[in-house]
């Protein structure tokens, strides 16, 4: 049993050694303990016009006696499309039984995005989404960077009807600071059901000095609302390129919804590079196993 064991974290090792060797800045580690990968997907390199992520998951069974857990997200992905290319992957995962798979899905989800780009589909309606930036880039700006939390609020003040300013304060749930190389990184956690209850939230953890002056204040919430059956969802960076995005798809990934999620981080002058996302991701996972 054990040499199984082994034998499948091998496999895994070498497929996602594989994997990111194919697909460069395409593939994402979003979680290396957990093993959650994402990898963008375009139907052309010059100019894409259709781009999809796929998010991954992949179980201590994978690949011989589970298949992966996984996501597919896409603006445009929705209904009847979502159904076809979700049908697609199930069933080369069943004429794979066993095998390393993640390839030859990512490969028949291009040749659906080729084939829409071919077709007379009319491009996707996407709002641009600012994508992942140089890894290492976004710490060269922290020493004079100032907090911007006010204007977070004002954003949301927007969102919000002001009208119903009473709206009841959900209970706040603080996780467990980590620190690494003068760096602490610590995650807060709200039940959210409307934008309102979010902005209440944040204007009381900025009421907190320390957490007012916090480097970065990185949030993202998920709201599900029962009569559209569609999630409300957004996220904030506050500085730190791509964390919001991240912690977005971390909360996707593990489907939870209704909550609201701020990661703090208090710089402590010395560089950390990606591992910064890796600790953002595991404090918020933490305060949401928690």
């Known amino acids: 049993m054990a040499a199984s064991d082994t034998d499948r974290a091998q496999q895994q090792v070498d497929e996602i050694e594989a994997l990111s060797s194919i697909y460069g800045d395409d593939w994402c580690v979003v979680d290396e303990d957990e093993k959650i990968y994402c990898i963008k997907i375009s139907d052309c390199l010059d100019q894409p016009k259709w781009t999809l992520c796929l998010q991954v998951i992949l179980p201590p069974g994978y690949p011989t006696a589970e298949p992966p857990i996984y996501q597919l997200n896409a603006p445009w992905l929705r209904g009847q499309d979502y159904t076809e290319l979700a049908n697609s992957l199930e069933e080369i995962y069943v004429q794979n039984l066993g095998e390393s798979i993640l390839y030859l899905w990512v490969e028949k989800i291009r040749e659906v995005l080729v084939e829409k780009a071919q077709s007379s589909d009319p491009e996707p ?166």
């Open 125 to 290: 309606d996407t709002k641009k989404t600012t994508e992942e930036v140089d890894e290492d880039g976004g710490d060269d700006f922290l020493l004079d960077y100032q907090p911007i939390q006010e204007d977070q609020i004002k954003i949301l003040n927007y969102m919000t009807s002001e009208s119903q300013e009473d709206e009841e304060l959900p209970p706040i749930h603080h996780g467990n600071p980590i620190t690494d190389r003068r760096s602490t990184f610590q995650a807060h956690l709200a039940p959210v059901v409307t934008t309102r209850q979010v902005k209440r939230v944040l204007e009381k953890l900025y009421e907190n000095k320390k957490i007012a002056s916090a480097t970065h204040n990185i949030y993202a919430y998920r709201i599900y609302c029962e009569d559209k059956q569609t999630f409300l969802q957004d996220c904030e960076d506050d500085g730190e390129t791509a964390a919001g995005g991240r912690l977005l798809h971390l909360m996707q990934i593990l489907n939870v919804h209704n909550v609201l999620v701020v990661v703090s981080r208090w710089y402590g002058g010395i560089l950390l590079g990606p591992d910064r996302f890796k600790h953002i991701n595991n404090c918020a996972r933490n305060v949401l196993v928690e």
